[in-house]
């Protein structure tokens, strides 16, 4: 799991479940202790997931497959509930 906030400074959750599938959560505006349901957000499936909010406000999503092959994926616009499609990063990452 990771965990980020938005430009208007909203927690995000993103998570891995055991399919590989990616999971996100946001935090109800203005609240602390209201979260909207997890919605899935993705179409590959990840082993390993990380989140960062760019300068310009939009989060950012870097997952590794299973296979090692590093992808990212980017909101469109800040604040957004949506996101670009996975986009590869022509890197492999194996141990």
């Known amino acids: 799991m990771t965990v980020t906030r938005s430009a208007n400074g909203e927690l995000h959750l993103f998570g ?6 990616v999971w996100r959560r946001e935090q109800v505006a203005g609240t602390v202790n209201n ?4 919605n899935e957000i993705t179409d590959r499936a990840m082993k390993q997931l990380a989140a960062e909010t760019n300068a310009d406000g939009r989060i950012e ?4 497959m299973d296979s090692g092959e590093v992808w990212h994926r980017t909101q469109v616009a800040p604040n957004s509930g949506s996101f670009t499609p996975w986009s590869s990063l022509f890197a492999n990452l194996r141990p």
Do not use: I, P, S, T
């Open 16 to 21: 891995v479940d055991v399919q590989g599938k």
């Open 35 to 38: 979260w909207y349901v997890w």
């Open 61 to 64: 999503l870097v997952g590794v």
